[in-house]
C-alpha cells in the first residue's frame, strides 16, 4: 500500500512500549499471543526491521513466564505482576481450548526467527497432550470446548464444535502443518482426526427455500457416547471454516474437503444475501436437514419452529412470530442480531479464491464489502451495526470498532482484490488475526519432495509436503526445560 511513512510511525510507537508498565492485573494469554506477538512477528517477517523482531523477543519472553506451571500449561488469565515476583502458579481448571490450543504459531514462528527452541518447545508440549488425548474424548477426533489445564485433562466436557471458543484450535492444525514445511506430521493427524468428526456430527445442511447446496457448522452436545445432541445455530464466527477445510484439502490432499470448503463459503454468502442489509448477523437458527443431501423445503415445519423458539413463549401464530421477529424465510431464531465488523466470512472467500480461481467469488465479496461500507460508515470510521434484520435501511449503529476491522476484515478485502501474488499463500501463512508469517522457503527439489503449492495459478503437487529448513527443528525434541 506503499504507506512507509505511516508504517515508520507505528513502529516507533511500537517499539517504545514498556511491557512492565500495566494497569491490568491479569493479561489474557491469548488474545496478546495471537494479536501483539503474532501482529510484531509478520510486521518484521514483512519489513525485514529488526527492531519488530526484538520486541516480539520481549513479548515472547513476558508470556513464557505464563507456562512456568507444575505441569507446563500455561496460565490462560494470567496474573504477570505476581509471574515476576516468581510467586508459585498453577493453570486453571476451567480453560477455553481455543485458548491454550491457539499459540502454536506465534510461538514456532518466534523460535524460527530467533534460533531458540524454547519458545517452541513450550507449546509443543500442549501440542502433545492434544494429540496422546484425542480419542479419548467423549466425541473422538474433537476436543470439547472447556477443558483442564490444571490437570492436563482434556476429555470430560460434552459440549463439541468448530465455532466460538474452539474454533482457531483447529483453524491451526494446517497453518501449523504449512508453517512448519510438513517437517512434523501431527499436525496433519490432528486435522484429519478433528475434521472427521467434525464433518460426521457438527456439519449440517439446512432447509431452504431453494434447497441450497450449503453447510453450517453448529455445535454437539454429548449425551452419551453414542447419542449426541445437535443445537443448529450458525455463527458468523465459524465462517472462517470453510478456509480451514480449503487449506487441508491442498495440503494434505483430501479432495472431498474441498467440497465440503465450497458449500461452508456458500453458506456464509447465503446467509448474507438472505437478511435485508445484506449482511450476516453474529447467530443465528434453522431447521437441520435429516441429511447432508438435502431436504424439501416446508413452510409450516420453518414457521412451526421459529414459534417454538421465539422468546419468550408466545400464543401468537406463527406467521405474526415470523413477521414481528423479521425472520427471513429458512431462519428459525436470530439469538445475536449484530454484525461487528467480522472477518471469518470474507477471510474464507479469500482463501478459497486464493486456492481455486473462482470467480463469482469475487462478486460475492464485492457486494459483501459494498453492504457492510454502507451501513457502517460513519464521520469518524466503521461502526459495529446493533441489528442487521431491520428493513427501513436504516440500521442502528453501535459505539464499537472492534480492532480486527483494520487487522482482518479490512485486509482480507483488500488482498482479495489485489493481484495474488501479493501476500501469497504460496509464501506466507496467516494467523488467526490475520498477520501473515513467512512459510519456510522451498529447497531446489521441492517439487520434487511435493512441495504443495497453495494457489490456483501454481501447479498442485500431490503427496506430503516436506522441505529442508535448517534448524526448524534444531534441539527442539532434545531441549525439554524451562
Not at 501483539?36 to 526484538?54: E, I, K, Q, T, V
Not at 494434505?252 to 454468502?269: E, N, Q, R, S
Not at 513467512?438 to 512441495?451: F, I, L, T, Y
Request: contains cysteine; glycine residues 6%; charged residues 20%.
Amino acid at each position: 500500500m506503499e504507506m512507509k511513512d505511516e508504517f515508520e510511525v507505528a513502529v516507533s510507537a511500537a517499539v517504545n512500549v514498556d511491557l512492565g508498565v500495566s494497569t491490568l492485573q491479569t493479561v489474557n494469554v491469548f488474545e496478546t499471543t495471537i494479536r501483539h506477538l503474532g501482529g510484531l512477528l509478520a510486521a518484521y517477517d514483512l519489513s525485514g526491521d529488526r527492531r519488530l523482531l526484538d520486541k516480539a523477543g520481549e513479548v515472547g519472553d513476558m508470556l513464557y513466564v505464563a507456562f512456568d506451571t507444575p505441569n507446563r500449561m500455561p496460565i490462560t488469565r494470567w496474573d504477570f505482576q505476581n509471574g515476576a515476583k516468581g510467586v508459585p502458579q498453577i493453570g486453571d481448571d476451567f480453560v477455553l481450548v481455543a485458548e491454550i490450543g491457539s499459540l502454536t504459531m506465534e510461538f514456532t514462528r518466534l523460535s524460527q526467527l530467533t534460533r531458540d527452541p524454547k519458545w517452541y518447545d513450550a507449546v509443543r508440549r500442549i501440542v502433545d497432550i492434544f494429540n496422546q488425548q484425542q480419542n479419548q474424548t467423549q466425541l473422538p477426533g474433537m476436543w470439547p470446548v472447556v477443558v483442564n489445564a490444571q490437570e492436563a485433562n482434556l476429555t470430560r466436557e460434552n459440549s463439541f464444535g468448530l465455532g466460538a471458543m474452539s474454533d482457531s484450535l483447529y483453524e491451526y492444525f494446517p497453518k501449523m502443518h504449512a508453517l512448519l514445511g510438513g517437517l512434523d506430521s501431527v499436525y496433519e493427524k490432528l486435522y484429519r482426526g478433528a475434521m472427521a468428526a467434525a464433518v460426521q456430527h457438527v456439519l449440517w445442511r439446512p432447509m431452504t427455500p431453494n434447497n441450497a447446496d450449503i453447510l453450517i457448522s453448529g455445535d454437539i452436545r454429548m449425551r452419551n457416547p453414542s447419542v449426541s445432541e445437535l443445537n443448529p445455530q450458525g455463527q458468523h464466527l465459524v465462517c472462517f471454516a470453510g478456509g480451514m477445510f480449503a487449506l487441508g484439502s491442498r495440503l494434505f490432499d483430501i479432495p472431498t474437503h474441498m467440497d465440503i470448503a465450497h458449500k461452508l463459503v456458500d453458506g456464509c454468502m447465503w446467509t448474507y444475501k438472505a437478511f435485508p442489509l445484506g449482511i450476516m448477523p453474529e447467530t443465528f437458527h434453522m431447521v437441520p436437514c435429516p441429511s447432508k443431501s438435502g431436504c424439501q423445503w416446508d413452510e409450516a415445519k420453518w414457521k412451526a419452529e421459529a414459534k417454538a423458539r421465539s422468546v419468550p413463549a408466545t400464543n401468537q401464530d406463527a406467521m405474526q412470530v415470523v413477521e414481528q421477529l423479521r425472520l427471513p424465510p429458512g431462519f428459525t431464531a436470530v439469538g445475536d442480531r449484530r454484525y461487528i465488523l467480522r472477518p471469518e466470512a470474507i477471510e474464507s472467500v479469500f482463501i478459497l479464491y486464493r486456492i481455486t480461481g473462482r470467480k463469482d467469488l469475487l462478486d460475492t465479496a464485492w457486494d459483501m464489502f459494498s453492504a457492510i461500507r454502507k451501513y457502517t460508515e460513519t464521520d469518524l470510521a466503521n461502526a459495529a451495526i446493533a441489528d442487521v434484520t431491520v428493513t427501513d435501511g436504516k440500521p442502528p449503529k453501535l459505539d464499537s470498532m472492534e480492532s480486527f476491522w483494520m487487522a482482518e476484515t479490512l485486509k482480507y478485502f483488500y488482498l482479495l482484490f489485489s493481484d495474488p501474488g501479493t501476500v501469497s499463500l504460496d509464501e506466507y501463512v496467516f494467523n488467526t488475526e490475520a498477520h501473515p508469517f513467512k512459510r519456510p522457503a522451498q529447497s531446489s527439489n521441492a517439487e520434487a519432495r511435493g512441495w504443495n503449492k497453495l494457489t490456483s495459478s501454481s501447479k498442485q503437487v500431490r503427496g506430503s509436503t516436506y522441505v529442508a529448513y535448517a534448524g526448524i527443528l534444531d534441539g527442539i525434541e532434545l531441549n525439554r526445560t524451562l
